[in-house]
């Protein structure tokens, strides 16, 4: 098993412009969860999926979408990027009670 | 709402020194309790967990006793070694799906 899996590793924005993050986990989990990671904050839930064709906002939501079309796939979509979205995004899914990250995209926005 | 606290950092040791990582939680219904590890440029992984009062967690070493009286659940271990620097997050789930984490705590080992 490859786990969960997420591209790119790193990224450099301009502001406003948009792009996808990749995440995809094989262990047929159902619920699949995205965090942004900031200094002193730990993690926080963007948006989160308890199986294909439902998703749902977590407790950051604003400038970000998602689709969970598959069991499989769960990408991240930045609108229009700024500067404030400059941060560690993880992906996770989850069996019982605990959760299996991704190795993380470190997004900068300038 | 749901919450976990956990002691600021960074935390600085020396070789085979005592650890402990503060965490305490406030939570409504009876929580599953987390620690989770972050080594650099890596995800979160689990560490151990504890599923109901007075239950011990253990894993590498590390210890949590999921105190309910004084919704505690601190981390320990006896002797760190530099391998153990790392982000540490304590982290509550209350049923759902949901898990909570506090901010992490960085603990740097000094040879």
């Known amino acids: 098993n490859a786990g969960v899996t997420q591209t790119p590793k790193f990224q450099v924005l301009k502001t406003g412009q948009s792009m996808t993050l990749q995440c995809a986990q094989d262990?047929?989990?159902?619920?699949m969860s995205w965090y942004r990671q900031d200094p002193g904050m730990g993690l926080r839930l963007i948006h989160y999926?308890?199986?294909?064709?439902?998703?749902d906002q977590g407790e950051v939501p604003n400038g970000y979408n998602v689709s969970r079309s598959t069991t499989e796939d769960f990408p991240l979509r930045l609108l229009s990027a700024a500067p404030s979205q400059t941060s560690v995004y993880f992906c996770?899914?989850?069996?019982?009670?605990?959760?299996?990250f991704g190795p993380g995209t470190r997004l900068t926005v300038t | 709402g749901d919450s976990v606290t956990q002691m600021e950092g960074p935390v600085t040791l020396s070789e085979e020194a005592f650890l402990t990582i503060n965490c305490t939680y406030t939570a409504t219904g009876y929580p599953s309790l987390f620690w989770y590890v972050q080594y650099p440029g890596e995800g979160l992984q689990l560490l151990l967990k504890a599923t109901k009062a007075d239950d011990k967690g253990s894993n590498k070493g590390f210890e949590a006793t999921y105190r309910k009286e004084t919704t505690s659940f601190h981390l320990e271990k006896g002797s760190v070694q530099v391998s153990d620097s790392a982000v540490y997050f304590c982290a509550l789930k209350t049923g759902g799906f949901k898990t909570i984490f506090g901010a992490g705590t960085r603990l740097f080992v000094k040879a």
């Open positions: 262990m047929n989990h159902e619920y």
């Open positions: 999926s308890v199986g294909a064709g439902i998703t």
């Open positions: 996770a899914s989850t069996a019982g009670d605990e959760q299996y």
